[in-house]
Each structure stands twice: as C-alpha cells, then as structure tokens.
C-alpha cells in the first residue's frame, strides 16, 4: 500500500502561482510513477501531469509552459509548480501512483484525498 497526503492548495488570483506537494509513505517511492490530476465541478477527473521513476515529464496540453512537475526522492515527494493560473484551472487536484510504465489516463493503483484549488478572476 502507498498512502498519498497532497498539500498546498488555496485561493489565489489569476496570474498568481501555487505549488502542490504530494508526500507518499508505505512503499519505495522511487518505484512508482507519479501523476496529479483534477476534477472541477461537474466534469470528469482529467490528467494534469505525470513523472517516470526516471523523472521525464508530459503535461497536458491545457497546462504545458505554466506548470511544471517534479520529484524528490529522498523527500519521497512529488510537485506541482502551477504559475499563471486561470479561473479554469480551479478544480480539486489529485495525486496518485502506479506501478509500471506511465499512462496518461485514470489508471493509477493509490490516490490522494485532493486539495482544493481556486483560480478567481
């Protein structure tokens, strides 16, 4: 089992910056692919970004050149620098890992309990 505690969500006024962190404990974290997601309001949980054990990266198109992830393994922890955020980046965001290759999709094995996310205009 991997437990997954994401922090470092809030409001903040479009153009303003966030970083997330995501803390796993319970198993090797180097092992694991590492992936954020969100979900707004009414819509399905979408992939945001996500990091191989050898730390390349891939973003979504809706996020490339403003957010940037990354790992620490010693720290045993993922991030997400978020800058010039817009209201349409306000969602819940999700972190989570998977064993084996990285995907793009929803199929990852643990997941975080979110933190909120508010982009206002």
């Known amino acids: 089992q991997v437990q997954l505690v994401e922090s470092g969500g809030g409001l903040v006024l479009a153009g303003g910056s966030l970083r997330l962190s995501c803390v796993a404990s319970g198993r090797t974290f180097s092992n694991y692919v590492m992936g954020w997601f969100r979900q707004a309001p009414g819509k399905e949980r979408e992939f945001v970004s996500g990091?191989?054990?050898?730390?390349?990266?891939y973003y979504a198109d809706s996020v490339k050149g403003r957010f940037t992830i990354s790992r620490d393994n010693a720290r045993n922890t993922v991030y997400l620098q978020m800058n010039n955020l817009k209201p349409e980046d306000t969602a819940v965001y999700y972190c989570?890992?998977?064993?084996?290759?990285?995907?793009?999709?929803?199929?990852?094995?643990?997941w975080g309990q979110g933190t909120q996310v508010t982009v206002s205009s």
């Open positions: 990091i191989s054990r050898g730390s390349s990266t």
């Open positions: 989570a890992a998977r064993s084996g290759a990285i995907v793009l999709s929803l199929e990852y094995n643990y």
